[in-house]
């Protein structure tokens, strides 16, 4: 059975289907469903995840995304007041957007940092986040959280580098 599940994982992995994982975080882009060619690696040294890659315009929203799939970072998440991110980047802006499974739009709530070469703690409180223009508003409900992902801000970006300290529950 064993053997049987590692074989069917590899060809999963092969066809695209699984992004790449390092810790708890899993790397995505545009090039996995929407026939665009934006990369995404993440990789994980001593804790800290880096996040790196480029946002083509093949797809006419290219994306490139980060997302944690940390349960109970997420359900701990559920009743706090929001985020502490710790990141150190390459001077390119960046969404932290808390998806909830209430957003069929895709419009979710986020905060749109800039980034510096020096390390940088943002304290996110959920009340901070905001929706894009484009999507239906609703009020943020913590209680529907799914995930926690950071995303690219614009395209084309030659070269993103985002280097993910810690992130931690706002109390």
């Not at 609703?138 to 084309?156: A, D, E, L, M, Y």
Request: glycine share 8%; net charge positive; with cysteine.
């Amino acid at each position: 059975m064993k053997k049987l599940l590692l074989v069917f994982a590899a060809a999963l992995m092969c066809s695209g289907l699984f992004a790449q994982v390092a810790g708890n975080w899993v790397a995505y882009d545009d090039a996995e469903g929407n026939g665009g060619s934006s990369t995404a690696t993440a990789t994980e040294n001593n804790g800290v995840v880096n996040f790196t890659g480029t946002v083509t315009t093949q797809y006419q929203y290219g994306y490139a995304g980060i997302r944690t799939d940390d349960a109970e970072f997420l359900e701990a998440l559920k009743t706090a007041k929001g985020i502490k991110l710790t990141v150190k980047g390459d001077g390119k802006k960046y969404s932290v957007r808390v998806e909830t499974n209430d957003r069929p739009d895709y419009c979710f709530h986020q905060f749109t940092f800039p980034t510096t070469a020096k390390e940088n703690t943002l304290i996110i409180p959920f009340n901070k986040l905001t929706q894009e223009p484009w999507g239906k508003k609703v009020p943020f409900n913590p209680r529907n959280i799914k995930t926690v992902s950071i995303h690219t801000v614009g395209q084309p970006i030659e070269l993103y580098n985002l280097d993910i300290v810690k992130l931690e529950i706002l109390k």
